[in-house]
């Protein structure tokens, strides 16, 4: 069974960068896409971009000058690094598999929650 | 960025009950290549979100068929019928066709 968890620190100051990882079991990271996805506090939901099979990438336009998603294949590992975050960083953030044959994230970390404050 | 507009933001059923939820689309989510990739999803209280449909009417494995999605273009609807606790939560929905991928605002499902 495909299984991904998040793990990362729980507080960060502004402007400092915020790193997070992806350890995923019972599937290869060489395959499929794999991705982070946020939710603000509210309902919100925000896309924040995927690596692929290959390690190309893609990440949204609104975060795509402080963002960095990034691989270790020997260990299954994906990992997300923000830069320069501010208040508005502060959300749940979530790593998830896009499947091949859904199309769209199947499978889901259990997320963390990310506080960005002095 | 392509906007999906979720109505409503919030529902009241009863158990056993049919709850409905809209996703309009600010623009046609019909890709290039005849596909639609509009995919709905429920979070519930404490869980991260869940597949429930994708490609607008396929339910994700392990789904039951209380779980209905329909739509084409830019209109899209979830149905669930004979509603039951465990379906209480968030529903979006989100796009793939267009890039960035997007999600609706969110519904949410209660108890009457």
């Known amino acids: 069974e495909v299984q991904l968890q998040e793990s990362g620190p729980g507080l960060v100051k502004p402007s400092q960068s915020l790193s997070l990882t992806c350890s995923v079991t019972g599937y290869s990271i060489t395959s499929n896409y794999w991705g982070w996805i946020r939710k603000f506090p509210g309902n919100k939901m925000e896309w924040i971009g995927h690596i692929s099979y290959s390690g190309s990438t893609s990440y949204n336009p609104s975060l795509k000058s402080r963002i960095s998603i990034t691989r270790d294949t020997s260990k299954n590992q994906f990992f997300l690094q923000l830069n320069s975050v501010t208040t508005e960083d502060t959300a749940t953030y979530y790593c998830a598999r896009q499947g091949w044959i859904t199309t769209t994230d199947d499978y889901w970390g259990q997320g963390v929650m990310v506080t960005v404050s002095s | 960025d392509v906007v999906l507009t979720q109505t409503p933001v919030s529902l009241l059923i009863s158990l056993g009950g049919q709850a409905s939820i809209s996703c309009r689309s600010s623009q046609s989510l019909v890709h290039s290549n005849g596909n639609t990739y509009l995919h709905w999803y429920l979070q519930k209280p404490g869980q991260s979100p869940q597949l429930l449909i994708y490609?607008?009417?396929n339910r994700f494995s392990g789904i039951p068929d209380r779980f209905s999605g329909s739509g084409s273009g830019t209109d899209f609807t979830l149905k669930i019928s004979r509603v039951e606790p465990e379906d209480l939560g968030v529903y979006y929905c989100l796009q793939r066709t267009h890039n960035p991928p997007t999600f609706g605002g969110g519904t949410k499902l209660e108890l009457k």
């Open positions: 490609q607008v009417s």
